[in-house]
DNA sequence: TAGTGGTCTAGACCACGGG
DNA sequence: CCGTGGTCTAGACCACTAT
């Protein structure tokens, strides 16, 4: 099974030979893989050899391994699509809001964890915000769960001076959240600006989004301006990189 | 150097020491790091277990590795914004003349690889074009590259009766690319939508991007509309992951 | 209890890069 | 030439899952 004189490592052509029957649908998604053992015979190589393949796939995220049980063609997982056109003023929703929404199309059960603090501006964020590093700035972190699963982190960030005395700095922003206050409070809102990046999770963002290897992550910056450019709201988004689509529509003019 | 009761895997915690290091400063962006061999000698493990912590770190991409040289802190790469609200007719720019003008703004030289084929339409396609499967559709695959890098690969496939005949089944389309070649055929672009996703690259985007362990990519699809709703393109388009960030602006109304 | 993947060892030889 | 990472071997023990 292995060609030993082609000069390809053998745990790659190990690998490719697996993408290949997966692909194939010799393996379909769900199905098991024959165990370490097995394949250590199937194909005449150590069993060190079979893991650095079988890493291969995983860093590809089109195999998992269970502990105890064996190797798993990777099953598809549901995508959402999430339109991003949609955060106008009639459609008015902050993105847990958006959230929930999202959660009542796709049928699944949402839950938000929301933590409210103040803290001064870095570098980085006052430059986002246009405001002076030192600033105090309102910070709104939150973890969303779908069918108790970790599937988006946001963190939200406001200038102070927008937020005291509003809702905006309790847990509950109330019916259009953020955005229905902020507009209360007379920033009339004028545009959002969403940067979109992707990247390998953090080792925390790991664990807090209970990711397997090889899935990455949507990192998302909303930075939403008023009618005088000022920017009054910059949101960082973390999407699981598997679970989420982005949709723009783009007029042609 | 390693804690033997604590339970947590000593390549975990090799890896966790070596990415507080980097993140400490203690290694910058572009340092060497220590050799295997050293690593080995520094943590008391075997060589197996510090290559398994070298490839997490790999795999979070902070860290390459170069035969013959040694392991380095991944430097920062150039982030490329693309402003994908200037699709516009006045800014009138295929996805190729979009990367050339692009190539200008940030100062790399760019080179396309392009090549048109004809092909039946498969169920897939077919569905975002809205015709049937089996319909003949023009195909232009192209190959971008920046300094000799290739950083993107984009396939655009359209109905066949829009094309016949037109420079669009050229290799080269003439100014304003695909969509002025469109418009002059008697179709009015209405608008554009375009959906964001990411994944890790499969092993021939790997070889063809030439992308390092730990670098995912962006999977965009762009499906231009006729003032009739009629989808008049699917550009299917691929992006290296850590150079390319994609803004969008959204009205607030 | 049996089978699975997870971790780990102490070696070996090869291919690459630079002095 | 020597040091580097790349590949590979033949084992070992552990933790987890299922029967």
Redesign the pocket.
């Known amino acids: 099974m292995i060609d030993r004189v082609s000069g390809v ?4 052509q190990v690998a490719s030979d697996l993408r290949n029957k997966i692909q194939a649908g010799q393996y379909a998604a769900g199905d098991k ?1 024959p ?4 394949l250590i015979v199937d194909y005449g ?5 079979i ?2 393949a079988i890493g291969l796939l995983r860093a590809e995220g089109i195999v998992t ?7 798993y063609v990777r099953a598809g997982v549901s995508v959402v699509r999430l339109s991003r056109s949609r955060l106008s003023r009639a459609a008015r929703q902050d993105n847990q809001a958006f959230f929930l929404g999202d959660a009542e199309a796709n049928a699944f059960k949402p839950t938000v964890q929301t933590t409210v603090r103040i803290e001064e501006a870095g570098l980085e964020h006052a430059d986002a915000l246009g405001i002076e590093p030192g600033s105090p700035v309102l910070v709104r972190d939150r973890v969303m769960s779908a069918d108790g699963v970790v599937v988006q982190l946001a963190t939200s960030r406001l200038p102070r001076d927008l937020t005291e005395g509003t809702q905006i700095e309790q847990g509950d922003t109330g019916a259009g959240g953020i955005h229905a206050r902020l507009e209360e409070a007379g920033v009339v809102l004028h545009h959002h600006r969403e940067s979109v990046a992707t990247r390998m999770p953090t080792a925390e963002e790991a664990v807090l989004l209970q990711l397997p290897p090889g899935v990455p992550v949507l990192a998302v910056r909303r930075t939403t301006y008023d009618t005088t450019g000022r920017a009054v709201e910059v949101n960082d988004m973390t999407l699981v990189g598997n679970r989420y689509e982005l949709v723009y529509d783009i007029p042609a003019d």
């Open positions: 490592p053998a745990y790659r893989l165990s370490e053992r097995q190589v150590s069993r060190i050899t893991r650095e391994a269970e502990h105890g049980k064996g190797l």
